[in-house]
């Protein structure tokens, strides 16, 4: 079955971001990277320390920030 392989238009880009990921086992919790506002965040929900982590995310698409100018 190979006739699946064609992807429908709407799929999204994805690509590895760094994140934060909770070193709780009974928590979910993660953040990424560029959302982190600390060196060693601690987890929004159980307030336990965070772990570097990776996670195939899709491509956020900021449309309204502005890109980087020198000003
Ligand atoms: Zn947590």
Not at 35 to 50: D, E, N, R, W
């Amino acid at each position: 079955m190979y006739n699946s392989r064609k992807k429908p238009m709407e799929e999204t880009p994805e690509e590895i971001t760094v994140i934060w990921s909770c070193t709780s086992d009974t928590c979910k919790g993660w953040m990424r990277d560029n959302f982190a506002f600390s060196a060693q965040p601690t987890c929004s929900l159980c307030g336990s320390v965070m772990e570097k982590s990776e996670k195939k995310l899709v491509v956020l698409v900021n449309s309204s920030f502005p890109p980087t100018k020198s000003s």
